[in-house]
């Protein structure tokens, strides 16, 4: 029979091999919200060749300085979260819980990242609908407030699973489940992030 | 005695009522592509929220037949989501110290059923008198069926999400179902969203008609219906050792 810690540690040396992040759920989650965006960027592309002269006014106009705020605030999200699984990584190795705290912090910070990314693309919806722009202007606006709206739902719970692992992160000890959980949650926010870089191509730049 | 087998613990009785409920959703399925895509114009919609009245009486009119039998396997596709909440909310159950997921489950799923079974009332309606009826009331029960089905995000993807959290918060190995189907439960969850903007489009792709608003609900619905009955299948045998 083995002893607690034993299984403790034979479970953390299974962790630290080589492996895919999170659990198997979480990217069949990624897989699924990736064809349905696909969906999207072939409409947005679609739309792009129908109506060519419409998109690129519509794109003339929009601020390009805020969708490049933005895609800053979440790259450095992604980052301080990347960073902050790998210290929650080493504590679990290591078995006792001595960086967790820097871990917390850097959670906080991605938090705070992603409400100025809240923030900053109401100020961008608030001056186009100041200026009378509305998604029933033009089929263009149509798709850009309806797709970031989508894109902003998943910033909205994609926060929900930034506090929750903030907490996670805070615990005493982490095991290999909270790991887990870390893991996961984690690739939820890249997915994020990932979204929203490609959404910002297709409005902003092309 | 009971149908429990007292010496091997086995509960057959359990085992078969699962079987029902998993292949209910299975039945389900088969119904609705029967009844709402081959025969009753639901699934690709046979009209759009743009047209006029008077195209909604006349399209109506033109396959009443149709849509009436597509009705009768509509209505009896959509009452079986009650077979496929309560195997569901067994499954759950069974891992539960005391019931508190289980009850949320058939609450959604009761309150689910019921909007569905009014989709098939509103489309069985719609054929009853086409002619007799003003055009904009057969407009409306059109109308109201696609609010019904689309409208309705909260029941369904709250629904998906009391699935998900008791999987996600159990201890390894005392899952009522995989843990991946609990991703894709939320999966599903966010998938209903865009249904909300048909209130707000009444043309191209956001409105009732369209793909990111009718497509994208449908089809993560009906793939769900499978994905759980597949559950409560694999659920029940596991009861049965």
Redesign the interface.
């Known amino acids: 029979m083995t002893s607690p810690d034993s299984a403790v540690s034979s479970a953390v040396s299974e962790r630290t091999k080589p492996h895919v992040p999170g659990?198997?759920?979480?990217w069949?989650?990624v897989a699924?919200?990736l064809a349905?965006f696909t969906?999207?960027f072939v409409?947005i592309a679609l739309g792009n060749g129908d109506q060519a002269q419409v998109f690129a006014q519509s794109r003339a106009s929009l601020e390009l300085w805020i969708g490049v705020l933005n895609t800053l605030l979440l790259l450095s999200g992604s980052w301080l979260v990347a960073t902050a699984v790998e210290r929650c990584r080493e504590s679990v190795q290591s078995g006792s819980g001595p960086d967790t705290r820097g871990a917390a912090l850097q959670f906080a910070l991605a938090i705070l990242t992603g409400v100025l990314f809240v923030a900053n693309k109401s100020l961008e919806w608030g001056i186009k609908i100041a200026h009378g722009i509305t998604?029933a202007t033009n089929?263009f606006f149509?798709y850009f407030f309806?797709f970031t709206g989508?894109h902003l739902?998943?910033v909205l719970?994609g926060l929900g699973v930034l506090i929750a692992l903030r907490r996670v992160s805070r615990r005493e000890r982490l095991d290999s489940?909270a790991l887990r959980t870390i893991e996961s949650g984690a690739t939820f926010w890249h997915l994020v992030d990932l979204l929203w870089i490609v959404l910002f191509a297709l409005f902003y730049l092309i | 005695m009971n149908g429990i087998d007292t010496h091997s613990g086995k509960d057959h009785l359990f085992y078969r009522s699962m079987r029902f409920c998993g292949w209910s959703g299975v039945v389900a399925v088969t119904f609705f592509i029967i009844g709402g895509m081959i025969l009753g114009g639901m699934l690709p919609p046979m009209l759009s929220p743009d047209e006029p009245a008077a195209e909604f009486a006349r399209r109506v009119s033109d396959h009443v037949v149709a849509i009436r039998i597509g009705s009768v396997f509509l209505i009896f596709s959509f009452a079986l989501f009650g077979a496929l909440a309560a195997g569901i909310a067994a499954q759950t159950r069974r891992f539960e110290k005391a019931p508190a997921f289980s009850y949320l489950q058939l609450m959604f799923g009761a309150s689910g059923t019921v909007v569905a079974v009014l989709v098939a009332f509103s489309w069985a309606l719609m054929s009853f008198r086409p002619d007799e009826y003003d055009p904009a009331v057969v407009q409306m029960l059109i109308d109201f069926a696609y609010f019904l089905a689309l409208f309705s995000v909260p029941v369904f993807s709250g629904w998906c999400l009391v699935i998900a959290l008791p999987i996600l918060f159990a201890n390894e190995g005392e899952e009522p179902f995989p843990r991946w189907i609990a991703f894709f439960n939320l999966w599903a969850a966010v998938l209903y969203a865009p249904g909300l903007m048909i209130l707000f489009f009444k043309s191209g792709i956001f409105s009732w008609s369209g793909i990111v608003a009718l497509w994208i609900p449908f089809t993560a619905f009906f793939l769900w219906i499978l994905v759980m009955s597949w559950g409560i299948l694999k659920g029940a045998g596991s009861a049965r050792g």
């Open positions: 659990e198997l759920g979480i069949c989650f699924g919200d349905v969906v999207f409409l998604p089929d149509m309806v989508i739902f998943h719970i489940k």
